[in-house]
């Protein structure tokens, strides 16, 4: 079975600063892994998805993830945040259904 | 091009009393997958719809129940509510019944069980 551990529950990070959600994976097969974020009273919007080929995902709002199947994970990095990223950030693996990680709540600071 | 609609946003319901979400999912897309969100947590696969059959169910009792129609709208019924059933369910279509295709969210029904 597939299941999807994010290491950290909550990152606090100040505006401007690089950040790293961590999430790694589970799976004695193939899966497709993606990165969703959600705004408070909102449902879940698409960051980024690997699929197969280039190891390292581009996403919307200069999100980025980089796949390493030897360490089984799927980090989610930006190089600069903003306030307007303060959000909650979920990985999820996909095989026949799609399994989300418990979240991680990044608040960025000024 | 509509999003993926739910409603209603906000519902109230008693123990042991029967409730139904409704999803309209985004145009041109034939599957609707259901999950419940429970505060604090990360989404929990319910099931998933494909061309108005069931294509794949998570580890929720059959209290729960779902349906499509053939303009791949859905209802998510639940029965016999317990508190622990008080969570935001969310609504996600998408382009084919495969793993791999991207998924559209819906805003959620938050449901509230006293």
């Known amino acids: 079975a597939q299941s999807v551990t994010q290491l950290d529950s909550q990152v606090p990070v100040f505006e401007e600063a690089p950040v790293e959600l961590r999430c790694n994976y589970s799976s004695s097969v193939s899966v497709y892994l993606f990165w969703y974020v959600q705004y408070p009273n909102q449902g879940l919007q698409l960051l980024l998805k690997y699929l197969s080929g280039s190891t390292l995902v581009k996403g919307i709002n200069g999100f980025e993830a980089e796949f390493n199947k030897s360490q089984t994970s799927f980090h989610l990095r930006k190089p600069s945040v903003h306030i307007s990223d303060t959000a909650e950030y979920f990985c999820a693996v996909s095989f026949n259904d799609m399994r989300f990680g418990a979240g991680t709540r990044l608040t960025v600071k000024p | 091009e509509t999003g993926v609609t739910q409603s209603p946003t906000h519902l109230i319901k008693t123990r042991g009393q029967q409730v139904t979400l409704r999803c309209s999912s985004q145009?041109?897309?034939?599957?609707v997958s259901w999950y419940q969100q429970a505060l604090g947590q990360g989404p929990q696969f319910i099931f998933q719809?494909?061309?108005?059959?069931?294509?794949g169910r998570g580890n929720f009792p059959p209290r729960f129940s779902g349906l499509q129609f053939p303009n791949y709208s859905s209802e998510l019924n639940v029965n016999a509510l317990e508190l622990d059933d008080s969570a935001l369910y969310l609504c996600?279509?998408?382009?084919?019944?495969?793993?791999?295709?991207?998924?559209?969210f819906g805003p959620g029904t938050r449901l509230t069980v006293t």
């Open positions: 719809y494909y061309r108005e059959e069931e294509n």
């Open positions: 996600a279509s998408s382009l084919g019944g495969q793993s791999s295709y991207e998924q559209y």
């Open positions: 145009s041109g897309h034939n599957t």
